[in-house]
């Protein structure tokens, strides 16, 4: 299958732990913040949004926290799964870039049993 | 992967051959993407579609050229392969209700140029 990466910064975590995944981003004007999954083999799935007008939003298992202040964004995945393990992305959007995003480097997460 | 197919899956290709990868969606969206994937580069955008016939270039377009004459269908042309265009290739497509940011991959074409 399609491989990502072998160079990424790698979170390895503990099944049934919590997992924070850590994004900088680059741009003060983007108003939409996204997280992928991806799988090997896979396309990247995407899994939640934020806007730029919130700080915290949550979904099943992942809480997404923005701080604008640093220009930071986060991924929480709650009582991580062998099914967690992927490499995950952040992207943002900005008026001025229309419909594109820009995607960040990206972090491995591993789940130990 | 949201009824995007990508053909291809696999290719392998000499330098200076002409590749066409493509792209087919089911979900009637108006926006296509073509990005490709590299380490330690993520995704970058080469090429994108707003409509049947409307193309623009992303950050990475040399060497690339797309067209859409049908809503469903996104080609990726590299009309003279070079080696640096080894790499894996994946189509997105996302829906204008509001929500363009949300965009939905397909499962990428490797392309491998020696």
Not at chain 1, 8 to 29: F, K, M, R
Not at chain 2, 92 to 113: C, K
Request: aromatic fraction near 10%; glycine fraction near 10%; charged fraction near 20%.
């Amino acid at each position: 299958g399609e491989s990502v990466g072998l160079h990424l910064p790698t979170l390895s975590v503990q099944e049934g732990d919590n997992s924070i995944i850590n994004c900088a981003y680059s741009n003060s004007a983007s108003d939409y913040f996204i997280w992928y999954k991806q799988e090997s083999g896979k396309g990247p799935q995407f899994i939640i949004d934020i806007r730029s007008n919130m700080d915290k939003r949550q979904g099943q298992r992942v809480t997404v926290l923005l701080n604008k202040t640093v220009k930071h964004l986060s991924l929480q995945i709650a009582a991580t799964q062998p099914g967690d393990s992927a490499v995950y992305f952040c992207a943002e959007n900005s008026p001025a870039a229309g419909n594109k995003l820009t995607f960040g480097g990206g972090t491995r997460v591993l789940v130990k049993p | 992967d949201a009824g995007i197919t990508q053909s291809p899956r696999h290719k392998v290709t000499e330098t200076g051959t002409p590749v066409t990868l493509r792209c087919h969606q089911t979900e009637n969206h108006r926006y296509m993407y073509w990005y490709r994937q590299d380490p330690g580069h993520g995704l970058r955008l080469i090429h994108y579609s707003y409509g049947v016939k409307d193309t623009d270039k992303g950050e990475v377009s040399d060497g690339y050229s797309v067209s859409r004459s049908k809503t469903e269908d996104f080609l990726l042309t590299l009309e003279s392969a070079t080696s640096s265009q080894t790499s894996v290739y994946f189509c997105a497509i996302s829906s204008p209700a509001g929500r363009t940011y949300e965009q939905y991959f397909g499962p990428g074409t490797r392309l491998t140029v020696t």
